[in-house]
Nanobody, 125 residues
Framework: QVQLVESGGGLVQAGGSLRLSCAAS????????MAWFRQAPGKEREFVAA????????YYADSVKGRFTISRDIAKNTLYLQMNSLKPEDTAVYYC??????????????????WGQGTQVTVSS
């Protein structure tokens, strides 16, 4: 089992920045990939970014490419999402996710077996 706990959400004005963190515990050595998803009210949960735990290859949704950066600190078992140039449409609950299936770069909710509880990000215009 892997436990994930997000932090760092909050209220920010458009154009501002936030950094989300996700602390992982448990069988963290078994994870192949970690990711961030988000879910706005009335919408489906959508992929934001992912990183291969060993190696560091990253993947981004087109909507955040160039503005968001995903990274991880293996020694601290922590995943990050640096969000710059935030827009009101980035408002959502942001979730950290992880999975252990080797070689699969999942961009769908169903492809991740471990989830955090979420952290709210609100961007005011």
């Amino acid at each position: 089992q892997v436990q994930l706990v997000e932090s760092g959400g909050g209220l920010v004005q458009a154009g501002g920045s936030l950094r989300l963190s996700c602390a992982a515990s448990g069988r963290t050595f078994s994870t192949y990939i970690m990711a961030w998803f988000r879910q706005a009210p009335g919408k489906e949960r959508e992929f934001v970014a992912a990183i291969i735990t060993n190696g560091g290859t990253t993947y981004y949704a087109d909507s955040v490419k160039g503005r968001f950066t995903i990274s991880r600190d293996i020694a601290k078992n922590t995943l990050y999402l640096q969000m710059n140039s935030l827009k009101p449409e980035d408002t959502a609950v942001y979730y950290c996710a992880a999975d252990s299936v080797y070689g699969r770069v999942g961009m769908r909710r169903s492809e991740y077996g471990y989830w955090g509880q979420g952290t709210q990000v609100t961007v005011s215009s």
